[in-house]
């Protein structure tokens, strides 16, 4: 299971989708989240669908990898699923049996909930593995920048963002080192019931923090060794340019955005 989260993960390559600017990738992954949220028809899910797809078959990414990144999330999106399809209140009952009743608008609520969860999966999945961490940080720096003139931090807090997603499957080797240390040595994560299943967790968790804290210790001395000065006057090895293939990609967004836009209040 942990293998199966690749939030952080990057997936090398030199696909179109490689290629785009990170500012232009992070704005796109914003507006396609806003997007998720605003859909309330099947038609326009499948307007995102092929939006998705597309972006998927051109990225090079193998189907499997973006797939995988759902598997750690199947039991949240099963769960909201059925809370919405049978708590939501509705007049059109579809089965209704003993205090339970499944209804025409919950079926259709817990439908549109499923998917905006498998949709952000995957959209903020896509970002990671087709962007280096230095290219995440580079891009939130820029569009955190005009915060600059309030004191904000935005090349700190760019760094720290960055630094995170990096370190998660880093995290979730370790944790899986360490499972497999305790299991060795007798410890069972598996069976009993949910309080029993917590506190077998607690040998996991110390090593784990533990191994955390020196993680992130070496690397503020790694960068303090190496006289790493953030923020202002730090030059850049690669300087970020919007290309062509970027504006085509904003303008495939804004077409997918406006066919979405026409199928809510035309159609």
Same mark, same amino acid.
Request: charged residues 20%; contains cysteine.
């Given at each position: 299971m942990l293998k199966d989260i690749t939030i952080g993960?990057?997936? +090398?390559?030199?696909s179109p989708v490689h290629l785009l600017d990170p500012r232009v990738k992070i704005a796109i992954t914003f507006l396609f989240i806003f997007i998720v949220f605003f859909i309330k028809s099947y038609i326009g899910y499948a307007i995102l669908f092929a939006y998705l797809l597309f972006t998927i078959i051109i990225s090079t990414i193998p189907p499997k990898l973006i797939l995988k990144s759902l598997r750690p999330l199947?039991?949240?999106?099963?769960?909201? =699923?059925? @809370?919405?399809?049978?708590? *939501?209140?509705?007049? $059109? !009952? @579809?089965?209704? =049996?003993?205090?339970?009743? %499944? *209804?025409?608008?919950?079926?259709?609520?817990? %439908?549109f909930m499923a998917l905006r969860l498998i949709f952000l999966v995957m959209g903020t999945s896509i970002l990671t593995l087709t962007t280096s961490p230095i290219e995440l940080t580079d891009?939130?720096?820029? %569009?955190?920048?005009p915060l600059k003139v309030f004191n904000f931090p935005a090349h700190e807090l760019a760094m720290m963002m960055t630094i995170a997603l990096r370190f998660i499957p880093t995290l979730m080797e370790e944790t899986d080192k360490i499972m497999k240390a305790q299991m060795a040595r007798g410890a069972d994560f598996e069976?009993?019931? #949910? %309080?029993?299943?917590?506190?077998?967790? !607690? +040998? #996991?968790l110390v090593p784990l923090f533990i191994s955390a804290f020196?993680?992130? $210790?070496e690397l503020a001395m790694a960068m303090e060794a190496r006289c790493y000065r953030g923020g202002e006057n730090r030059t850049?090895?690669? !300087? #970020?340019?919007?290309? *062509?293939? $970027?504006? @085509?990609? @904003?303008?495939? *967004?804004? !077409?997918?955005?406006f066919f979405i836009m026409l199928d809510r209040y035309m159609f």
């Open positions: 993960q990057y997936y +090398p390559g030199r199947l039991f949240v999106i099963i769960l909201t =699923f059925v @809370i919405n399809m049978f708590f *939501t209140v509705g007049e $059109d !009952v @579809i089965v209704r =049996f003993w205090k339970l009743t %499944i *209804t025409r608008e919950g079926l259709n609520q817990a %439908i891009g939130l720096e820029y %569009i955190l920048s069976t009993g019931n #949910l %309080i029993q299943r917590a506190k077998s967790l !607690v +040998p #996991l020196r993680r992130a $210790d850049r090895l690669k !300087v #970020l340019k919007t290309e *062509t293939r $970027d504006y @085509i990609a @904003i303008a495939l *967004t804004c !077409v997918m955005i």
